[in-house]
């Protein structure tokens, strides 16, 4: 096989066996829409855009890495794993966001859950100490019932039973953030089995994600609010309000809560996959390079989806095929690399 240097592929990229280890999320609507993905139907401006997007030459995972490489990302990601394996409470198993504070991310959580098959691949902790981990963490979370409403998460809990807190002005269920931790469970719950992946899939068909779809606001048209706040702390699961903000780009973010939503178990929780192609694609330049970027353009939110949904062996989507016209195809892995490179 042939070894790539610095020179060919984004840093980032250089570790995919991380990724092929989480198991990415890959299920039966996605894989269908990579099949009729391959005629370019619909907008004839999508065919076009399609030429600018796409590059079939660029090198695709699994790689091989100089020795150099291999040593400096071994370093990394050993002491990323071991924060994970050493920071996390006793009595919850649950991860701090910081090392600042004992508050706990709920995202923090789905990374955590999702590092532990690595661990076990790599061989630094035991198949059966990774699996003791992955079910006390989801244990404690679905033990706590005031961490979340509708069956997503408040984005801040507390170490010692998994309770919402307050971080600031913040106390709010967060979709992105619980997406993230669904990601994580269902990769621990593939590699584990056994009780952890029933607890991984409660949690993941609890999921009501059709409450949090405003279709009434002006700027929601059907899509994924950003959250939900309660009216009282003391009632934190009581009455509540969606907040009037709206996952409606194609970054990571973005991207990643919106598939899940549209790939909920219960047909009640779910969203309909044509909201996933209906996220906004706005065209952009980089390097010289024609890239779809979100309207933050903050780097983190071109690539952290990859560790869960195959893009690059997706390819090319096709949103024609779900009924969305006015979108071109994209295919994810390549703008990413381009957005990263």
């Not at 006793?90 to 859950?113: C, I, K, N, Q």
């Not at 702390?233 to 907040?243: A, C, Q």
Request: glycine share 8%; hydrophobic share 45%.
């Amino acid at each position: 096989m042939k070894t790539f240097t610095k020179q060919h592929v984004p840093r980032f990229f250089r570790r995919l066996r991380l990724i092929t280890a989480t198991i990415p999320i890959v299920l039966s609507w996605t894989s269908g829409c990579a099949a009729r993905g391959v005629v370019a139907d619909g907008n004839p401006g999508a065919v076009h855009a399609e030429r600018v997007v796409i590059d079939s030459d660029a090198p695709r995972p699994p790689f091989e890495f100089a020795d150099a490489d291999e040593a400096f990302l071994d370093e990394i990601q050993r002491a990323a794993f071991d924060f994970f394996w050493n920071e996390a409470d006793e009595r919850t198993g649950l991860v701090p966001d910081r090392t600042s504070s004992d508050v706990v991310s709920v995202a923090g959580v789905g990374f955590e859950l999702s590092a532990l098959p690595i661990g076990v691949e790599r061989g630094w902790i035991t198949r059966r100490q990774g699996e003791a981990r992955a079910r006390l963490v989801l244990s404690s979370l679905l033990a706590q019932p005031t961490n979340r409403k509708a069956g997503l998460f408040f984005h801040f809990l507390n170490p010692h039973d998994a309770s919402p807190k307050r971080v600031g002005t913040e106390l709010v269920v967060s979709t992105v953030d619980s997406a993230i931790l669904l990601a994580g469970a269902i990769t621990a719950g593939q590699y584990f089995g056994g009780e952890v992946a029933a607890l991984g899939d409660q949690l993941v068909a609890d999921a009501d994600w059709a409450f949090f779809a405003d279709h009434d606001h002006p700027d929601g048209e059907g899509f994924l609010t950003l959250g939900w706040k309660p009216v009282s702390d003391d009632d934190p699961t009581g009455k509540g309000e969606i907040l009037p903000y709206f996952w409606l780009d194609s970054g990571d973010e973005h991207r990643l809560a919106t598939f899940m939503a549209v790939c909920s178990p219960d047909p009640d929780h779910r969203l309909d996959p044509a909201v996933y192609y209906r996220l906004r694609r706005m065209l952009g330049w980089h390097k010289g390079e024609v890239v779809w970027f979100p309207y933050s353009g903050a780097l983190f939110t071109a690539f952290f989806a990859h560790c869960w949904i195959d893009y690059a062996h997706l390819g090319v989507d096709n949103p024609s095929a779900w009924g969305v016209e006015q979108r071109a195809r994209v295919d994810w892995w390549e703008n990413s690399r381009r957005m990263v490179h």
